[in-house]
């Protein structure tokens, strides 16, 4: 079920966020912006995301219950921020350096026109935050909420979100695995995942 949920964003994703980049928003005041210095850290930034999911699989895929959790709370989480896009319409940060997915970019046709108004709440650190909920015990939990922080200071340094938007994120993570409790648990459990 799950699956099929997240081929269904997956389909419907490039429509909802060439709608998104099409409407004006509003240009936030963040006084925490100015302090920061501005820097392209589109690497490291895929580095840090790219291996905490790696690890965080490593982890959830011997446990296939928090694996069926941590999709829901993914796909709820999806819903959330596109909800939340469609809700606060925002204009990005000045001195935007635009954020290039080095795997993304290069195994699909990127756009030549990047997303840029997909600000509230920040997805990469919502994301982030999500996988340090999915693990468990402090060897693998810390780590990740440590990658969590430098992953939501590095959007900041690249000016692809305002602080409003990577501090509501772990609210949102949490809220969208609270919820994936109720829902992954509703369903009948499959006999590989006694």
């Given amino acids: 079920m799950v699956g099929l949920g997240l ?26 912006l100015s302090l920061l210095p501005v820097h ?11 291996g905490s ?4 699989l490593a982890f959830l895929l011997p446990r296939p219950q928090l694996l069926l959790r941590a999709f829901w709370a993914y796909f709820i989480l999806q819903l959330l921020r596109m909800l939340t896009l469609w809700l606060l319409p925002l204009d990005p940060p000045v001195a935007l350096v635009a954020l290039h997915d080095p795997v993304v970019d290069h195994l699909f046709a990127a756009t030549t026109q990047p997303v840029v108004r997909d ?36 959007v900041l340094v690249q000016r692809v979100h305002y602080s409003y938007d990577v501090l509501a994120a ?16 509703q369903r009948p459990p499959y006999k590989y995942f006694s």
């Fill in 40 to 50: 392209d850290e589109s690497t490291l930034t895929f580095a840090l995301i790219y």
């Fill in 119 to 154: 600000l509230f709440f920040s997805g990469h650190t919502a994301t982030m935050a999500l996988l340090a909920l999915a693990v468990r015990g402090r060897r693998w939990r810390w780590p990740l909420v440590v990658l969590t922080g430098a992953v939501g200071m590095l």
């Fill in 7 to 32: 081929l269904g964003l997956l389909e419907a994703a490039p429509r909802y966020f060439h709608f998104i980049q099409s409407r004006p928003g509003r240009l936030l005041d963040d006084p925490l």
């Fill in 170 to 185: 772990p609210l949102f993570a949490w809220l969208a695995y609270w919820l994936a409790e109720r829902v992954a648990w």
């Fill in 53 to 56: 999911i790696g690890a965080t």
